[in-house]
């Protein structure tokens, strides 16, 4: 008994061996920066100043009051509602698509994740052409096809500049969530289909019935993998319209950027990201707890 204890401690002792080097870089690149944005968040942090006085929280009282950081929030805040929402809908028709049996189905799947591929600055900058008002291809297609009589600068209206950022982030994400829905498709046991047809259900009743309460918790994580990945979306603001114009694409990210990088106010900028954070949670753990309970039942 004592060996099997001694070669027990140290199996185990080996183990904890193996995990510090990996713990010691999730404390040194997570942990770390976290709580020190989180202590930043009250102090009078400022790179024009050498005083780092400690001021509570007047950085939070600060930003709820400010029009502009409601405005970012509701920016950001609609962006993933929309993004989410279309990317699911979207996502599942395609792998519903996949799915069936059409023509040259292992090709259209192999070539699917082709804009998920491409790094996020270059689908901005293809886009960035795209939208161009004077050469871009979307205005030649609405002016050929007569949809418009003159030429549009998407990323320069007030309307129409968040729907064009949408758009990029959807064309992007879209091809990955179908994919990850395809794999929770082929994991429906064909049984339950065959059980329906016998009962005599139909093509929709076998879809409301079996197919999306099985896709449920798959549903759940990508959009809660989504979610996480566009509430803290920067790249596409940022290259796109750079928050413009006038503030209509201002998000969170954006204004933290501004906050802490151009007006060097870092305590204010740590207190958006904290909020930030929070909001992400609030978020994230129903769609994490709607997973789970799905996978339980």
């Not at 795209?130 to 003159?150: A, E, F, K, P, R």
Request: glycine residues 6%; hydrophobic residues 50%; aromatic residues 10%.
């Amino acid at each position: 008994m004592r060996k099997r204890w001694t070669r027990r401690r140290k199996q185990q002792l080996f183990g904890m061996t193996m995990i510090v080097p990996a713990a010691l870089l999730l404390c040194i690149t997570i942990v770390t920066p976290l709580f020190r944005s989180i202590y930043a968040s009250f102090l009078d942090d400022s790179l024009l100043s050498e005083d780092h006085a400690w001021n509570g929280f007047q950085n939070y009282i600060t930003l709820l009051s400010s029009s502009e950081f409601y405005h970012s929030l509701r920016v950001t805040l609609l962006y993933v509602i929309c993004v989410v929402g279309i990317e699911l809908i979207l996502g599942t028709i395609l792998a519903l698509l996949l799915h069936s049996q059409i023509r040259f189905r292992s090709f259209f799947r192999s070539i699917m994740l082709i804009p998920w591929a491409i790094p996020t600055i270059v689908s901005a900058v293809i886009f960035l052409v795209i939208y161009n008002g004077d050469y871009g291809v979307l205005n030649q297609i609405l002016m050929t096809t007569g949809i418009s009589d003159h030429k549009l600068n998407a990323l320069n209206d007030l309307t129409l500049a968040l729907p064009a950022v949408m758009g990029v982030a959807i064309w992007r994400q879209t091809p990955l969530m179908a994919i990850m829905i395809l794999a929770g498709l082929q994991n429906i046991p064909a049984s339950l289909y065959e059980a329906a047809t016998i009962d005599g259900a139909g093509a929709r009743s076998s879809f409301f019935h079996i197919t999306l309460p099985s896709l449920k918790p798959v549903l759940a994580n990508v959009a809660l993998l989504m979610t996480v990945n566009n509430f803290q979306m920067f790249t596409l603001f940022y290259t796109l319209t750079n928050g413009g114009p006038v503030g209509a694409t201002k998000s969170l990210a954006i204004l933290t950027y501004e906050t802490a990088f151009e007006q060097y106010d870092l305590g204010l900028g740590a207190a958006i990201g904290v909020i930030w954070m929070i909001l992400l949670l609030l978020f994230s753990i129903p769609l994490y707890r709607m997973a789970h309970a799905s996978r339980e039942g």
